[in-house]
């Protein structure tokens, strides 16, 4: 990098992390060692190893489950349809079909190749062997089982370099904690094992800090805190509930608390380490000292607690009371608790009407909680003929029943929750007016599926209580919950089929190996520590800089751009000070210019840097950075942050390097020696900036250039070298490598 101020403008973005993530000396060493994530199986292992049956057996298999695979042999075929994919098969020749099969399930996974026989990942070829449970599929998993089995769980990426242990674990703990490890403590870990790290990582996941990495993460994805701004929510609250959101000095607390009510819910699971699933299963919710008044709970919390608890104090409405404000007159008794589905964000969010009759909701929880995209899962007919018919299409016709067979079910689980949220709005149930009056006695549409999972009608007890036990049980939970957490931990989206089928598959692989450990007790601490142990989390540079990024497995991999939070997390703990104080402007003011969500007409953050967000970032550096020098040299040298190697009157050249270095490896997460090209420019910018200011006279930091001392310390600068620093400070504070970790 260029170590001038003016030259940290936006083309030193054009190295936007396409592949490896910090830009140039981005740290990461070329590992030959096997690596990857120990023992728990999350790397895309590509050994073949030897058939566990022998090969009369696999072919006897295969002959089994050919004859349901015409599809497949026919798209998958060279020179067919799908005859550009990693899996080429030959209908003439049984011998080279089974090895393609082979080398696929050995290359991505057996998981893989199963779930895109049923139309996942959004198989472009649709779903050819119907469930996990039909004859075909299960044939189709007995051939694979005859194959080897064991995975490589340690092979390391050959395209890119992987970052030592040290740089993985300080990551982990921006991430995890908002906090970045001592030099001491990362030092200890440069060359941990495998297992020592996971270990290390899993002892991060704890305290505030790691609450609100769940609570942020699992907002990315639910989008929950659109009720912070939603008048209409309390508004629709205030139908069901009176005390504290009939109070309009605490609408606004009861709203951001209402928003807050299923990331606590997640972030209780899974600190308290209970199984994931109970996430949906839960018989209970959340509650805060303002809605535990609303729920009627009983109980009396403290300002800031939150305690599990049922929900007692919705409104019995009828349809003459229902545009009414809650009396407290008569109270539901039994509320339906399913965890994050049943609560009051969770159905604002995702809302329904007359005509959509929850298919939002149940479009939005398969791809929360299965991962799966229905949207992405059946191809769009384009022969109007085949959708021009009038007479229930989405249980008659084929061209829309493809996806309602799926959709609907899980839509009428929700049939007891009103589109203003409320339980069993009109008294026996949630129907819209007019059909109600139309079709007296019933409590779901009659032209519509029964409430229901795939084949399955709900029974005993409440639908949605009923689905959620059903969710958890599908194999694709254990997937779903890897997706869910994807962009917390890599800061980008999970891959569709449009991407280069290399990474998509690649990506797939690491998805379903994640899976397949998840599975085992569910323990999402666990599940977080193994995806930063792969791979794809620790490729810091490619090997080869001119290889195009569309032909590397690994899509992006290694340091990603920080949110918001994450900067101004990451500034607080380098220099102590946050911008804005108590008023953090990263997550106030500047949080949509920076690449922040509202959760409402923008939903997803940022992932790439673009001119705007760069500006800010600059501004950000600018007015914090005399602050923090001014601050850290108030300290005795022992007890400072920064400034380690030097006095606020040190002119010495190698102290100064020395302690240039000490900087690159606190703020850049990168180690440098002081003889360096970047200390050199460093160092130069240094003497640059001093000399400019002496040249202007005065010895106050403050008489030429604003710098906010309120947290403390004297801005004299007799020496004339806080001036000098601050400008470094300011360099690498703008620096990818500071943006991007």
Same mark, same amino acid.
């Given at each position: 990098m260029n170590f001038v101020i003016q030259a940290c403008v936006l083309s030193a973005l054009a190295i936007t992390i396409t592949a490896c993530g910090g830009g140039e000396g981005a740290g990461g060493v070329d590992s030959s060692s096997t690596g990857g994530s120990?023992?728990?199986? +999350? #790397?895309?292992?590509?050994?073949?190893?030897?058939?566990?049956?022998? !090969? =009369?057996?696999?072919?006897? /298999?295969?002959?089994?489950?050919?004859?349901?695979?015409?599809?497949?042999?026919?798209?998958?075929?060279?020179?067919?349809?799908?005859?550009?994919?990693?899996?080429?098969?030959?209908?003439?020749?049984?011998?080279?079909?089974?090895?393609?099969?082979?080398?696929?399930?050995?290359?991505?996974?057996?998981?893989?190749?199963?779930?895109?026989?049923?139309?996942?990942?959004?198989?472009?070829?649709?779903?050819?062997?119907?469930?996990?449970?039909?004859?075909?599929?299960?044939?189709?998993?007995?051939?694979?089982?005859?194959?080897?089995?064991?995975?490589? +769980? #340690?092979?390391?990426?050959?395209?890119?370099?992987?970052?030592?242990? !040290? =740089?993985?674990?300080?990551? /982990?703990?921006?991430?995890?904690?908002g906090t970045i490890p001592s030099t001491s403590k990362t030092q200890s870990l440069e060359n941990a094992s495998d297992e020592t790290l996971r270990t290390e990582i899993i002892a991060l996941m704890q305290g505030d800090g790691f609450k609100n990495f769940l609570k942020n993460g699992a907002n990315e994805r639910l989008n929950s805190r659109h009720l912070r701004t939603s008048s209409a929510g309390v508004n629709f609250y205030n139908k069901y509930y009176l005390p504290n959101a009939s109070n309009q000095e605490r609408r606004n607390i009861v709203r951001r608390d209402l928003a807050e009510e299923p990331l606590e819910i997640i972030a209780n699971v899974v600190m308290k380490d209970r199984p994931y699933s109970e996430i949906l299963t839960a018989n209970y919710t959340m509650v805060s000292q303002f809605t535990d008044e609303s729920y009627n709970t009983g109980l009396t919390l403290a300002a800031g607690e939150w305690r599990e608890a049922q929900n007692k104090g919705q409104d019995a409405k009828m349809p003459s009371t229902f545009f009414a404000d809650a009396t407290g007159a008569s109270r539901i008794a039994s509320f339906p608790h399913a965890g994050v589905l049943s609560t009051w964000s969770y159905l604002s969010k995702y809302g329904?009407?007359?005509?959509?009759?929850?298919?939002?909701?149940?479009?939005?929880?398969?791809?929360?909680?299965?991962?799966?995209?229905?949207?992405?899962?059946?191809?769009?007919?384009?022969?109007?003929?085949?959708?021009?018919?009038?007479?229930?299409?989405?249980?008659?016709?084929?061209?829309?029943?493809?996806?309602?067979?799926?959709l609907d079910p899980i839509a009428g689980a929700f049939k007891y929750f009103h589109e203003r949220v409320g339980y069993k709005a009109s008294g026996t149930d949630s129907l819209d007016r007019n059909y109600r009056n139309r079709n007296p006695g019933v409590d779901w549409y009659k032209n519509m599926r029964p409430a229901g999972f795939g084949s399955q009608d709900a029974s005993g007890g409440d639908p949605l209580q009923w689905l959620a036990q059903r969710l958890v049980e599908d194999e694709r939970f254990a997937v779903g919950a890897v997706k869910f957490w994807w962009h917390a931990v890599f800061g980008e989206n999970v891959l569709n089929s449009s991407a280069p089928t290399v990474q998509f598959e690649t990506q797939t692989a690491y998805i379903n190996n994640l899976a397949n450990e998840f599975r085992k007790d569910l323990n999402l601490k666990k599940l977080l520590a193994n995806m930063m142990l792969t791979d794809y989390f620790r490729a810091s540079q490619k090997v080869d800089a001119a290889a195009a990024d569309d032909q590397l497995s690994i899509h992006m991999g290694g340091r990603r751009l920080l949110s918001g939070y994450e900067l101004m997390k990451k500034t607080e703990s380098l220099t102590g000070i946050v911008w804005g104080n108590t008023n953090p402007r990263l997550t106030g003011e500047y949080k949509m210019l920076y690449g922040g969500t509202d959760d409402i007409t923008v939903e997803k953050r940022a992932t790439e840097m673009a001119s705007i967000m760069f500006r800010v970032a600059v501004r950000?550096?600018?007015?914090?950075?005399?602050?923090?020098?001014?601050?850290?040299?108030?300290?005795?040298?022992?007890?400072?942050?920064?400034?380690?190697?030097?006095?606020?009157?040190?002119?010495?050249?190698?102290?100064?390097?020395?302690?240039?270095?000490?900087?690159?490896?606190?703020?850049?997460?990168?180690?440098?020696?002081?003889?360096?090209?970047?200390?050199?420019?460093?160092?130069q910018l240094f003497l640059d900036l001093r000399a400019a200011r002496i040249s202007q006279g005065g010895t106050n930091v403050n008489s030429n250039t604003r710098c906010d001392n309120r947290i403390g310390g004297s801005t004299n600068d007799a020496s004339f070298v806080l001036v000098p620093w601050r400008g470094v400070m300011i360099a690498l504070m703008s620096d990818p490598d500071y943006l991007f970790e």
């Open positions: 120990g023992s728990s199986g +999350t #790397s895309n292992g590509t050994g073949t190893g030897t058939p566990t049956g022998n !090969s =009369q057996e696999i072919i006897k /298999a295969y002959a089994d489950v050919k004859p349901s695979m015409a599809a497949c042999l026919s798209c998958h075929a060279s020179g067919g349809i799908a005859g550009n994919t990693n899996l080429i098969l030959d209908s003439n020749d049984d011998t080279a079909t089974i090895a393609a099969l082979k080398t696929y399930a050995s290359t991505f996974g057996q998981s893989l190749l199963l779930s895109k026989s049923i139309g996942q990942p959004s198989h472009q070829g649709g779903n050819v062997f119907g469930s996990t449970t039909s004859a075909a599929y299960i044939k189709l998993e007995q051939l694979l089982t005859l194959f080897t089995t064991t995975q490589s +769980t #340690s092979s390391t990426d050959l395209s890119f370099k992987k970052e030592a242990p !040290s =740089q993985t674990y300080r990551r /982990a703990s921006l991430y995890l904690t329904t009407t007359a005509t959509n009759r929850n298919r939002a909701r149940s479009r939005w929880t398969m791809q929360h909680f299965l991962g799966f995209d229905i949207e992405q899962s059946a191809s769009r007919p384009l022969n109007f003929d085949d959708i021009s018919d009038e007479d229930n299409p989405t249980m008659d016709n084929p061209a829309c029943s493809t996806c309602h067979q799926t950000h550096a600018n007015e914090i950075s005399c602050a923090a020098v001014v601050n850290d040299f108030s300290f005795d040298q022992s007890a400072r942050r920064l400034f380690t190697q030097v006095e606020r009157t040190t002119l010495d050249e190698a102290a100064i390097r020395n302690q240039i270095v000490v900087l690159y490896e606190r703020l850049l997460n990168r180690v440098v020696s002081s003889s360096s090209n970047e200390v050199n420019q460093a160092y």
